[in-house]
């Protein structure tokens, strides 16, 4: 199992550009999240889905939107990058019944 | 979900125990509490978890106070490879509309 992937690693937007961040698992879990980590700070959540064709805000949502249209794949867009949303975002995962969460890599962003 | 406190930091000798409390005073009757680990800027690493009794694996030990409104982390004999954020949080186990809320943790420093 490759586990939480996401892509890309790294990426620098202008301000108002968009662009999709991409998050995948192959451990057929049913809840998937979003979250980011401003720097020297805890982890909020942005948005969260219970599973395919559903999904719910969290802490943060504004300026993002979601979908999921698979178990696998949950990814998150950003319509029009503000400097606010420079952070390092972080998908992760969890099976039904437990709260254990697999995160992925994380996906720097910065926007100037 | 219940809200956590923790130290901002500590300091552990290598080859000593850490000891990590979390203070979860409004915790209800079937909230579990759960600890999480991010190494530098890694993806959160789940540890253990537990409800009313004490619960081991091979990375910690979780200590619950009998009246469940604080609960101890101890990794038995930290390594430099231990220095990380530690997350305490407190939640539901199961299914609806779970979300995670991690705060700021606690910085734990292992010095050799």
């Known amino acids: 199992n490759a586990g939480v992937t996401q892509t890309p690693k790294f990426r620098i937007l202008k301000i108002g550009q968009s662009m999709t961040l991409q998050c995948a698992q192959d451990m057929n879990h049913n809840y998937m999240y979003w979250y980011r980590q401003d720097p020297g700070m805890g982890l909020k959540l942005i948005y969260y889905s219970v599973g395919a064709g559903i999904t719910d805000k969290g802490e943060v949502p504004n300026g993002y939107n979601v979908s999921r249209s698979t178990t696998e794949d949950f990814p998150l867009r950003l319509e029009l990058a503000a400097p606010s949303q420079t952070s390092v975002y972080f998908c992760?995962?969890?099976?039904?019944?437990?709260?254990?969460?697999?995160f992925g890599p994380g996906t720097r962003l910065t926007v100037l | 979900d219940a809200k956590t406190t923790q130290p901002p930091s500590m300091d552990c000798a290598e080859g000593r125990a850490a000891n990590l409390p979390c203070n979860h005073s409004?915790?209800?009757?079937?909230?579990?509490v759960y600890w999480y680990r991010q190494i530098h800027s890694q993806g959160p690493q789940y540890i253990i978890h537990g409800l009313k009794n004490n619960e081991t694996n091979e990375m910690a030990s979780l200590i619950i106070t009998e009246d469940r409104k604080s609960s101890t982390l101890i990794l038995p004999h930290a390594t430099l490879r231990d220095t990380a954020v530690y997350y305490c949080?407190?939640?539901?186990?199961?299914?609806?509309?779970?979300?995670?809320?991690f705060g700021a943790g606690t910085r734990l420093f292992v010095k050799a």
């Open positions: 992760a995962s969890r099976v039904w019944g437990l709260n254990e969460q697999f």
């Open positions: 409004t915790i209800s009757g079937n909230e579990y």
């Open positions: 949080i407190v939640t539901l186990e199961g299914t609806g509309g779970f979300k995670t809320i």
